[in-house]
């Protein structure tokens, strides 16, 4: 959970798309439609304090129950993004960058660490 969360607000710095050298991050003004950095910064953030809480504390069935809910919240817009990049890819001609894709790959992993914390069973 931790590194997911790590790799999530990694990836929201980095550009997600890009034309003609100049990229753009999960944080740059898109007009009407707000971007969406805030939100997996924030569940990246969420997952990190998941990850730590349930390293000190050993093993918390509710912490990792949200950790595994947050985390799909976070594959599933990840998803949606990256699907909205590649239509505009397609659409104007803007190059996805890796920020989106890093962004996925994070809240997979933060998923895998809630999962693996729900299997493991405290004797």
Do not use: H, Q, Y
Not at 58 to 65: C, D, F, G, N
Not at 96 to 106: E, R, W
């Amino acid at each position: 959970m931790i590194a997911g969360g790590v790799v999530m607000g990694i990836g929201c710095f980095l550009p997600w798309l890009s034309f003609d050298g100049e990229g753009f991050n999960g944080f740059a003004d898109g007009g009407e439609e707000s971007s969406d950095g805030w939100l997996f910064i924030t569940l990246g953030v969420i997952l990190l304090g998941f990850g730590i809480a349930t390293l000190f504390a050993k093993r918390l069935l509710p912490i990792a129950i949200l950790a595994v809910v947050f985390a799909s919240f976070g594959v599933l817009g990840a998803l949606a993004d990256l699907g909205d990049a590649n239509d505009l890819s397609d659409l104007l001609g803007l190059d996805v960058g890796p920020g989106l894709p890093i962004i996925l790959v994070g809240s997979l992993v933060g998923l895998a660490g809630g999962i693996v914390a729900l299997a493991t069973r405290r004797r």
